[in-house]
């Protein structure tokens, strides 16, 4: 039962910043230079039909008045239309969102099966050649920004050797380079935070009572160490899930994979106010529920974390 009351209350948390998040982004819009209306009618348009389009779209109401009315929509699960090609924006985000979730699991899990044995074990064996090895490759993957490393490696093996497909999202095949450029730096991450959370456990008194008791290295590894190193990796994850849906924007428009990077992408230059809004209300939910999930989980691995507190 406190799990429940916990979980609802973080969700309610949600809407305060969802409504903050929209608002500023709403105004930005609105103020943003350019007349939508012109946009779309083009530059031979009379002032009276770009007046005319203005009102069928409601742009010539309030700013506030017009923020009011698309939350009183969004209350109704309604998101509005696209002010550019007039398709539901819910259902452009249904289409979309498949294929990011895909490719930030995916990522996800590339950069917690490689990256936390590999931290762990630098921990282990530190000042090893498996410690100085795996510092190295954090490193250098922290230096390559994502769209310079992507395009590298898409002139290389999609240009060059024909390994894999340039873009697209049909098969499997699409998302292994995509994979791998967005669960880079996510993989960096995950090296430096399991080899610092280890570090710090492995040097506590208990582990060295375990080890005078008698307990073999492994067993002081798997049985006491490992659990108690887990929780700051577990809260690093959903930190990192997070930033993967928000980096699979530069990675899907390198490999133009069509998901909500690009949908997002688009929707700004094209000032398409609702499916800018209705995107980041999405991606804000989301983000929510995979840190609650991961708050929820660490109560699972340590019975110390008083969710009602």
């Not at 012109?38 to 031979?44: C, E, H, N, S």
Request: charge should be neutral.
């Amino acid at each position: 039962m406190t799990w429940v009351k916990y979980a609802l209350k973080r969700l309610l948390m949600l809407i305060p910043v969802i409504v903050c998040v929209t608002f500023f982004l709403y105004l930005i819009l609105s103020f943003s230079s350019g007349s939508l209306a012109r946009q779309l009618l083009g530059d031979d348009a009379t002032e009276e039909q770009i007046a005319a389009k203005e009102a069928e779209m409601g742009l010539d109401q309030p700013l506030m008045v017009r923020y009011g009315k698309y939350m009183l929509g969004v209350l109704k699960l309604d998101f509005g239309k696209s002010w550019v090609n007039g398709e539901d924006v819910l259902a452009r985000f249904e289409n979309r969102l498949p294929n990011t979730l895909k490719l930030s699991t995916l990522a996800m899990l590339f950069a917690i099966g490689i990256g936390v044995p590999l931290g762990i074990g630098s921990a282990i064996k530190q000042y090893s050649l498996l410690d100085y090895g795996s510092m190295f490759v954090a490193m250098l993957l922290f230096s390559m920004p994502s769209f310079w490393l992507g395009t590298m490696c898409q002139i290389l093996f999609c240009l060059v050797l024909h390994w894999l497909p340039v873009s697209g999202a049909d098969s499997w095949d699409c998302f292994i380079l995509p994979m791998l450029i967005l669960g880079a730096n996510t993989m960096a991450t995950m090296i430096r935070m399991s080899r610092t959370s280890m570090l710090d456990v492995i040097r506590q008194d208990y582990i060295r009572t375990a080890k005078a008791k008698g307990a073999s290295a492994k067993q002081v590894i798997a049985h006491h160490a490992m659990r108690n190193s887990l929780i700051p990796i577990i809260t690093q994850v959903g930190v990192s899930f997070a930033g993967t849906i928000a980096g699979a924007v530069v990675t899907e428009n390198i490999f133009a994979i069509p998901g909500v990077g690009t949908l997002l992408i688009n929707a700004v230059k094209s000032h398409d106010v609702p499916v800018v809004l209705g995107t980041v209300i999405f991606v804000a939910i989301i983000v929510g529920v995979i840190n609650l999930i991961v708050d929820l989980f660490c109560a699972v691995i340590d019975p110390r974390i008083d969710l009602a507190a």
